[in-house]
């Protein structure tokens, strides 16, 4: 299983980025795909989900408006488009895979760092 995230990087305020995770090592259309984050010193936490076949996604509710998660299952990889970044949404940004929208994690990416600062 392979995750190759990219996107992430350094942006000022009230910007926008655009991540990426491509994955290989398993058929990504039999899983729904999640992105996390963890801020220093604070615990990992998610940030949006979205079903096998985009027909549902969901948001944490401090991303809701800002955010937005897509998939491309003939590419195998996931996106995560934010907008109107703050100094808060600085963390290391995962991607993950699940077999199920509300079940455990069976797959991390490695991870991203997304810094908002002006």
């Known amino acids: 299983v392979q995750f190759v995230e990219s996107g992430g990087g350094l942006e000022q305020p009230g910007g926008s980025l655009r991540l990426s995770c491509a994955v290989s090592?398993?058929?990504?259309?039999?899983?729904?795909m999640s992105w996390y984050r963890q801020a220093p010193g604070k615990e990992r936490e998610w940030v949006a989900s979205i079903s096998r076949f985009a027909s549902s996604t969901s948001y944490a509710d401090s991303m809701k408006g800002r955010f937005a998660i897509s998939r491309d299952n003939a590419k195998n990889t996931v996106y995560l488009e934010m907008n109107n970044l703050t100094p808060e949404d600085t963390a290391v940004y995962y991607c993950a895979a699940k077999q199920s929208l509300t079940g455990p994690v069976d797959y991390w990416g490695q991870g991203t760092q997304v810094t908002v600062s002006s």
């Open positions: 090592g398993f058929i990504f259309s039999n899983y729904a």
